[in-house]
Nanobody, 120 residues
Framework: QVQLVESGGGLVQPGGSLKLSCVSS????????MAWYRQAPGKERELVAS???????NYADSVKGRFTISRHNVRNTVYLEMNNLEPEDTAVYYC??????????????WGQGTQVTVSS
């Protein structure tokens, strides 16, 4: 069974930095794409950043220039470097893996989330 486990969340002051990691297990294939989503209290889950083969990236406007997504392809691991954090970044951050296999169809896996709190 494929599992995604996030780590690296925590409490940080405004202007601080955090690096999130998402490690997968149980997969026998390389994910086509990996992404980070976040969900703040009372709000919908939103896409923060994504990365697909080979190294194409996409960022939400709110995090461009501050967040950087990267991946270790062989290990199906994805990272999110977050700099200049703002209170608005406070949310539960979720790791996502997605893609398509001819004999399986589309797949979409989620981690359990890691809390990021930006506050003084």
């Amino acid at each position: 069974q494929v599992q995604l486990v996030e780590s690296g969340g925590g409490l940080v002051q405004p202007g601080g930095s955090l690096k999130l990691s998402c490690v997968s297990s149980g997969s026998i294939f390389r994910f086509d794409g990996m992404a980070w989503y976040r969900q703040a209290p009372g709000k919908e889950r939103e896409l923060v950043a994504s990365i697909t083969s080979p190294t194409s990236t996409n960022y939400a406007d709110s995090v461009k220039g501050r967040f950087t997504i990267s991946r270790h392809n062989v290990r199906n691991t994805v990272y999110l470097e977050m700099n200049n954090l703002e209170p608005e970044d406070t949310a539960v951050y979720y790791c996502n893996a997605n893609g398509y296999l001819a004999r399986r169809g589309a797949y979409n896996y989620w981690g359990q989330g890691t809390q990021v709190t930006v506050s003084s």
